[in-house]
T-cell receptor, first 116, second 116 residues
């Protein structure tokens, strides 16, 4: 079963507007972490924001905020005041704890294109 | 943030040959992770490398194909052995970092591999 779902393969947004990228997850573990990464065409994975399952408040980092709805198992990324440089692939990921380690499970990604 | 470097940044290789990718981190870390991103796909964990022990491989990845070394707490290598065109991917190393209550996982810039 897919554990991280990103239902938007591609999104457009007008420069200076806000955009929401969807992410839903599935886990039975009460302790987990959710991450968002940006991957420009260069291929590097840039960490944007993290939300822990026990965090009381939604995470924010500059223009990025995470709309965390635990009961719905969603962790949507909100980018405010979009810039042309925000055009990239965006991946949602969940930290899954294993026996003595952990790993990140990634969604399929959303390609965001910011229009001037 | 963590400073992670990878060498080479990209390479074009002939099938049947092997390539060793190096990952250097700016400070000591317990676990280092190796991920693969096939063209147009999301990231998949290959293995977790702990210093002083054998790497732990994910399902579908074997040590003979992807041998990993972890000689110290700041360095690791991943070898892609007996390459075929299906191994053409971006290979990324990753480490986790905790700053206060903020957890994150950083990625290196990646190694783009093309196998002919």
């Amino acid at each position: 079963a897919q554990k991280i779902t990103q239902t938007q393969p591609g999104m457009f947004v007008q420069e200076k507007e806000a955009v929401t990228l969807d992410c839903t997850y599935d886990t039975s573990d009460p302790s987990y972490g959710l991450f968002w990464y940006k991957q420009p065409s260069s291929g590097e994975m840039i960490f944007l924001i993290y939300q822990g399952s026990y965090d009381q408040q939604n995470a924010t980092e500059g223009r990025y905020s995470l709309n965390f709805q635990k009961a719905r198992k969603s962790a949507n990324l909100v980018i405010s005041a979009s810039q042309l440089g925000d055009s990239a692939m965006y991946f949602c990921a969940m930290r899954e704890v294993m026996d003595s380690s952990y790993k990140l499970i990634f969604g399929s990604g959303t390609r965001l294109l910011v229009r001037p | 943030s963590a400073v992670i470097s990878q060498k080479p940044s990209r390479d074009i290789c002939q099938r049947g040959t092997s390539l060793t990718i190096q990952c250097q981190v700016d400070s000591q870390v317990t676990m280092m992770f190796w991920y693969r991103q096939q063209p147009g796909q999301s990231l998949t964990l290959i293995a977790t490398a702990n210093q002083g022990s054998e790497a732990t491989y994910e399902s579908g990845f074997v040590i003979d194909k992807f041998p990993i070394s972890r000689p110290n707490l700041t360095f690791s290598t991943l070898t892609v052995s007996n390459m075929s065109p299906e191994d053409s991917s971006i290979y990324l190393c990753s480490v986790d970092r905790i700053a206060g209550t903020q957890e994150t996982q950083y990625f290196g810039p990646g190694t783009r591999l093309l196998v002919l």
